[in-house]
């Protein structure tokens, strides 16, 4: 079991990757694009001519076509540019790069970086411009789901009931983090939780509860992935996440 976006399981099982969703952890979309402020970049538009750091693998780099189509600007124009995971952040404040790919939840961790330097950051947010799609979500491997199914099952209802409780007193969330990772910083934790709340609170799960993901909006997400990659967008959307193991955790 693991934690993997709904486009790379997409993608994986039309490549043999044998794995589905059980749970959706962002409901919506975290994808971003940070910029440094009072370096020329105040549209999307300002991008082209640029470079853009982002790691091997990156899933938002697969939708950098889709964003640029939507912000009005051509994303063939900007020069890719490949970093480690630990040097992102320290070549963005450095300037060594013009923005680099991220998501929302990250910019506390950014914006102290560039704080250091007397920088501030920006950024434009995929979501904010018309791309919505399930993101990220606790995935299995077939094999694990047909040998164990209440293995899998009580695995994802527990971190669902974490994510309400962390919801309803993120201040003991926050405690528990810094007790289990003594290196982090407590204020940047909440920061960065707070930053992912709107991910995971949505009309839809206030309705719904926490992890249940839905037949249409999965359909959309193969779609909007088919445009980008190479996907049979006829896919069944069961193929992609286990409609039987997921769990519904009520928000209080």
Do not use: H
């Not at 950024?123 to 919505?132: A, E, H, L, M, T």
């Not at 779609?223 to 990659?229: C, W, Y």
Request: hydrophobic share 45%; net charge neutral; glycine share 6%.
């Amino acid at each position: 079991m693991g934690i993997a976006d709904a486009a790379s399981v997409i993608v994986g099982r039309s490549s043999g990757l044998k794995v589905k969703q059980v749970a959706c952890l962002y409901e919506r979309p975290p994808d971003a694009i940070f910029f440094i402020k009072g370096n020329r970049i105040n549209s999307p538009k300002d991008l082209e001519g640029r470079t853009i750091g982002a790691t091997a693998g990156e899933a938002t780099v697969n939708l950098l076509p889709l964003f640029a189509a939507n912000a009005g600007f051509d994303n063939k124009k900007m020069e890719m540019i490949n970093l480690s995971p630990s040097a992102k952040y320290a070549s963005l404040v450095a300037k060594t790069v013009d923005s680099i790919v991220g998501f929302v939840n990250e910019e506390p961790a950014i914006q102290s970086a560039a704080q250091k330097t007397g920088l501030e950051v920006g950024r434009f947010v995929f979501s904010d411009y018309g791309i919505d799609y399930y993101s990220l979500g606790i995935i299995a491997s077939d094999d694990l789901i047909a040998k164990r199914p209440d293995l899998v099952r009580r695995v994802a209802l527990a971190t669902m009931r974490g994510y309400a409780s962390a919801i309803k007193n993120p201040q003991a969330a926050a405690d528990a983090f810094v007790k289990n990772y003594p290196e982090s910083s407590r204020s940047i934790a909440l920061q960065q939780w707070d930053a992912a709340l709107p991910l995971i609170l949505t009309d839809r799960t206030r309705k719904n509860g926490l992890g249940p993901i839905e037949k249409d909006k999965m359909l959309a997400t193969i779609n909007l992935v088919a445009k980008f990659q190479r996907v049979d967008s006829s896919t069944p959307a069961t193929d992609i996440y286990a409609a039987e193991l997921m769990p519904t955790v009520p928000i209080e």
